[in-house]
């Protein structure tokens, strides 16, 4: 079950502030976050791990929240180049020695001048 | 650096014919995936493999076949491609274990007449 992202689209101005939420009906061991630009490759942003450590682009935050499965990325005084669309991919395990990333369906970012 | 690069960014091919995607990595990585994306559906997993000649089913893998047989290349193959398998194909890959950020190549838009 891929999981949900919130809000699917937003635009903001230069300079202003948004939050993307990532919610998993499953437990979670980690949440990776990734931004694409338009007809570009995904690019990792961060990773946020049980237990709380985090690795990741320093001018991003993010949070994790274990019990309530969920984690959010925060965007702050946003720039013209964080327009792109922003995806959750959350950590699951298919046997002893494999695991993969579940993604959620995107939040597509957009900062205008 | 680490480098993905795929055989193709662009493929046009006949409903039928074997399509053979190519995905190269330079980093040593023991993790490689094979991901589609479509629009408003985010990135879905086709298959992955954790070490050579492993491999897992992901979410979305019937019409889809892979082939590892070196640790730096993985294949994804459709035997028989269909209209309904026109889309973007993403390759990655990472270190093995869990909490290690992906590196995706550049894809491969396919386009099945």
């Known amino acids: 079950q891929q999981p949900v992202q919130s809000p699917q689209a937003v635009i903001l101005r230069e300079g202003e502030d948004a939050v993307i939420n990532c919610s998993s009906s499953?437990?979670?061991?980690?949440v990776h976050w990734y931004r694409q630009k338009h007809g570009e490759a995904p690019v990792f942003l961060m990773i946020l791990l049980k237990g709380g450590e985090q690795k990741g682009h320093e001018k991003i935050s993010a949070s994790f929240n274990e019990k309530k499965q969920q984690s959010s990325l925060y965007l702050t005084a946003s720039q013209l180049s964080y327009s792109g669309t922003y995806f959750c991919g959350t950590e699951i395990s298919y046997s002893n020695s494999g695991y993969a990333l579940n993604f959620g369906k995107g939040t597509s970012l957009l900062v205008t001048p | 650096d680490v480098k993905v690069t795929q055989s193709s960014r662009y493929l046009v091919k006949r409903t039928g014919e074997k399509v053979f995607l190519e995905c190269v990595q330079d980093m040593d990585h023991e993790n490689m995936f094979w991901y589609r994306q479509d629009p408003g559906l985010g990135l879905r997993l086709i298959y992955f493999?954790?070490?050579?000649?492993?491999?897992e089913k992901g979410d979305i893998p019937e019409g889809y076949s892979v082939s590892r047989e070196k640790k730096e290349r993985f294949s994804l193959i459709l035997e028989s491609a269909s209209t309904n398998q026109t889309s973007m194909y993403l390759c990655a890959s990472s270190l093995g274990g869990q909490g290690y950020e992906q590196y995706f190549g550049p894809g491969t838009r396919l386009t099945v007449t």
């Open positions: 499953k437990a979670l061991y980690s």
């Open positions: 493999s954790y070490d050579v000649k492993m491999k």
